[in-house]
């Protein structure tokens, strides 16, 4: 388990991007796998033939 002090824990870790693209139906879609920078962030922008349409989505990062 992860906290907020364990961001330099999370440098050069491969991290599952889901989300669940119709909400609330519990399904969660595998969109990509990226790679967390020195903070331990990492960015994702969501591929053109992937868009969402307007609204709020759940998304849920798990680090492997």
């Known amino acids: 388990m992860y ?3 364990d961001m330099v ?3 050069g870790e491969k ?5 669940m693209t119709q909400p609330p139906s519990g399904e969660w879609v595998y969109f990509d796998t990226e790679i967390s920078n020195s903070s331990g962030r ?7 033939n992937r868009r969402l349409g307007i609204g709020v989505y759940p ?6």
């Open 15 to 19: 991290v599952d991007i889901h989300i």
């Open 3 to 5: 906290g907020p002090l």
């Open 9 to 11: 824990t999370l440098t």
């Open 42 to 48: 990492i960015s994702y922008v969501i591929p053109e």
């Open 59 to 64: 998304v849920k990062m798990v680090v492997r």
